[in-house]
């Protein structure tokens, strides 16, 4: 495996039910973050791990839970969710330089989530 | 305020010709970085090119291209010769340097190239 992983790659699931989304790099980075695409809006930051620690979360709801046991995986569990929280979910990490021409982020091909 | 505009929410060009897509950006930070990215129907963000708010030149990877203009705050993406496969969104990204690896995106670009 190369670059970074995600699985599974389409998820459908009930309001009631928990699920966990998984995010592997294969980089050497340092930093990993979840993204959030809904139609029609900007690509929306949710969670920065840096070193296995959180260093940002912009005020996403509980229902969401990140998990990064190590600097090559990080999770995203899933609980109680809405029909709102349908998306595309990415997952990008970085070296995690301070300097932005050396954090350059990269991709996986996300998880394309439908919360009936 | 935006941080990021790209203000073409779609665009044509004719296969082999050259297209430009357009991003300005808003910050008050002396140092920061600019990214553009692809995402294909697949829905994977694949980087393009990279530009740093203190590069002289303008910054290329093959048959891409960056136009920074500091003064204007844009930093505008070309696609030279375009391909069937450039079809795709294209993303303009800013990283603010004071900021550890919050991108900031804009709407994006649909292109579709035209055979």
């Known amino acids: 495996e190369t670059g970074v992983t995600q699985t599974p790659r389409h998820l459908v699931m009930g309001m009631t039910n928990k699920k966990s989304l998984k995010c592997e790099q294969h980089l050497g980075h340092n930093a990993m973050y979840w993204y959030k695409q809904s139609a029609k809006k900007p690509l929306e930051l949710m969670f920065v791990y840096s070193l296995e620690e959180r260093v940002e979360n912009n005020s996403v709801p509980s229902r969401f839970s990140p998990e990064c046991p190590n600097s090559s995986h990080l999770f995203l569990h899933l609980h109680t969710l809405q029909p709102e929280d349908s998306a595309l979910y990415l997952c990008a990490s970085s070296q995690g330089s301070a300097s932005p021409g050396a954090d350059t982020q990269y991709f996986g091909p996300g998880t394309r989530l439908t919360v009936l | 305020a935006q941080k990021i505009t790209q203000t073409q929410p779609g665009m044509f060009v004719q296969e082999k010709e050259a297209v430009t897509l357009d991003c300005t950006y808003d910050?008050?930070?002396?140092?920061?970085?600019l990214f553009w990215y692809k995402q294909p129907s697949s829905g994977e963000m694949i980087f393009l090119i990279y530009q740093g708010s203190y590069d002289e030149q303008n910054a290329t990877e093959g048959r891409y291209s960056l136009n920074f203009q500091k003064a204007r705050k844009s930093a505008n993406l070309v696609i030279s010769a375009s391909q069937l496969g450039d079809s795709a969104m294209y993303f303009c990204?800013?990283?603010?340097?004071?900021?550890?690896?919050?991108?900031?995106f804009g709407k994006g670009t649909k292109l579709s190239v035209k055979p």
């Open positions: 990204a800013m990283r603010e340097g004071r900021s550890q690896g919050n991108l900031i």
């Open positions: 910050t008050s930070d002396q140092s920061y970085g």
